[in-house]
């Protein structure tokens, strides 16, 4: 699987769009793009994922540029309880059954 | 709403003790999976079922084992615990089909910490 490179920190305004970028430079074809959070003292929560073309769903917005190799995870108005550690993860289809190598993740702060 | 429910949220052991992490899932899921985590190292997969009675090793299984006797349950085992076996473990789940094959659903962790 391909390795993913994220800031470590940000800071959001509340009720700001909050946008965080990864880099996967060496993504192949068959590799999507995922996204995960972490809030603090709990599991992670899938966000959403992508191929090629930009998604959105209740939770956030996902782009991705036409070469692949980098993304944009835009959460549209942040809240004080989007404050977590966000993923980027990429991964093969149909590899190890769903096995995720998560790295170190942007820790995202939203501040009043 | 998935839920994937972990035996408990803190544990104490001594060192050398046998340990159970239990893991619960009740949405019918076929894969399941435990990681730990650390800080500066991330998650970490240690094992991972595809289904009852099927186990796979992950990137880190030394020390650990796991035991899947029925699809909902997947158990992960310290034999003999160590200190470097202190870490938040976390367990997922995930179908093998369906709209939310995608999607990996954790627990809320189990931070253990051996003496």
């Known amino acids: 699987d391909a390795k993913t490179t994220q800031p470590p920190s940000m800071d959001c305004a509340e009720g700001r769009a909050a946008n965080l970028p990864c880099n996967h430079s060496?993504?192949?074809?068959?590799?999507?793009v995922y996204w995960y959070r972490q809030i603090h003292s709990q599991g992670p929560q899938y966000i959403i994922h992508?191929?090629?073309n930009n998604e959105t769903n209740e939770m956030a917005s996902l782009i991705i540029t036409e070469d692949r190799k980098s993304s944009t995870l835009i959460l549209p108005h942040a809240t004080l309880r989007d404050t977590a550690v966000y993923y980027c993860?990429?991964?093969?289809?149909?590899?190890?059954?769903?096995?995720?190598?998560f790295g170190q993740g942007t820790i995202l702060t939203v501040h009043p | 709403d998935v839920k994937v429910t972990q035996s408990s949220r803190y544990l104490v052991k001594r060192t050398g003790e046998k340990v159970f992490l239990e893991c619960v899932q009740d949405?019918?899921?076929?894969?399941m999976f435990w990681y730990r985590q650390d800080p500066g190292l991330g998650l970490r997969l240690i094992y991972f079922?595809?289904?009852?009675?099927?186990?796979e090793k992950g990137d880190i299984p030394e020390g650990y084992s796991v035991s899947r006797e029925k699809k909902e349950r997947f158990s992960l085992i310290l034999e003999s615990a160590s200190t470097n076996q202190t870490s938040m473990y976390l367990c997922?789940?995930?179908?093998?089909?369906?709209?939310?094959?995608?999607?990996?659903?954790f627990g809320p962790g189990t931070r253990l910490t051996v003496l």
């Open positions: 079922s595809y289904d009852v009675k099927m186990k």
């Open positions: 997922a789940s995930r179908p093998q089909h369906g709209s939310s094959y995608n999607e990996q659903f």
């Open positions: 993860i990429v991964r093969g289809v149909g590899t190890s059954y769903g096995k995720l190598t």
């Open positions: 992508g191929l090629k």
């Open positions: 060496t993504i192949s074809g068959n590799e999507y």
């Open positions: 949405m019918d899921h076929e894969n």
